[in-house]
């Protein structure tokens, strides 16, 4: 009797492993360009990082601010909240560390950042208090974040 159930077994094992294995894997995720400026009352914010992080699947991904203000980075398609933090540049947090780049596994390292510090209020360094969302689109699109 136990001989005929471990077929059964077997099979049902190797579909639950299937429907599985069937999931959309983070590295599938769809990704577009998004570029555009970050202003800081009004003014464009003279480095730092900037991440995109998706309200659905929690993917993330990282783009460094320019001097300039500029910034672009792959974000993960559909609905995200957004963090702003330039601490690698203030003198009270010690030595630069540069956060870990969430980024889709064989991209190009992402280059270190330049700027300075620049005071912003701290809800900003974290995408789920912030208040700064967007939708990304599927293809390249601009987008400025203000932060005031």
């Known amino acids: 009797m136990a001989f005929r159930i471990l077929?059964?077994?077997?099979?049902?094992l190797s579909l639950l492993l299937l429907l599985v294995g069937c999931g959309k894997r983070p590295?599938?995720?769809?990704?577009?360009e998004v570029s555009g400026k970050v202003?800081?009352?009004?003014?464009p914010l003279p480095g730092g990082r900037v991440t995109f992080v998706s309200v659905k699947g929690g993917f993330a991904n990282s783009g460094n601010i320019e001097e300039n203000g500029n910034y672009k980075v792959k974000?993960?398609?559909g609905e995200v909240q957004?963090?702003?933090?330039n601490q690698m540049f203030s003198a009270k947090k010690g030595p630069t560390v540069e956060?870990?780049?969430?980024?889709k596994?064989?991209?190009e390292e992402a280059h270190k950042p330049t700027g300075r510090y620049v005071a912003l209020p701290s809800k900003y360094?974290?995408?789920?208090e912030s208040g700064l969302t967007y939708t990304v689109q599927k293809g390249s699109q601009t987008h400025d974040i203000k932060l005031e």
Do not use: N, Y
């Not at 202003?39 to 003014?43: I, N, S």
């Open 39 to 43: 202003l800081f009352r009004g003014q």
């Open 75 to 77: 974000a993960p398609v």
């Open 27 to 32: 590295d599938s995720v769809d990704h577009a």
């Open 125 to 128: 360094e974290k995408a789920g």
């Open 7 to 12: 077929p059964r077994m077997g099979v049902l």
């Open 105 to 107: 596994p064989g991209a």
């Open 82 to 85: 957004i963090s702003v933090d």
């Open 99 to 103: 956060k870990p780049v969430l980024k």
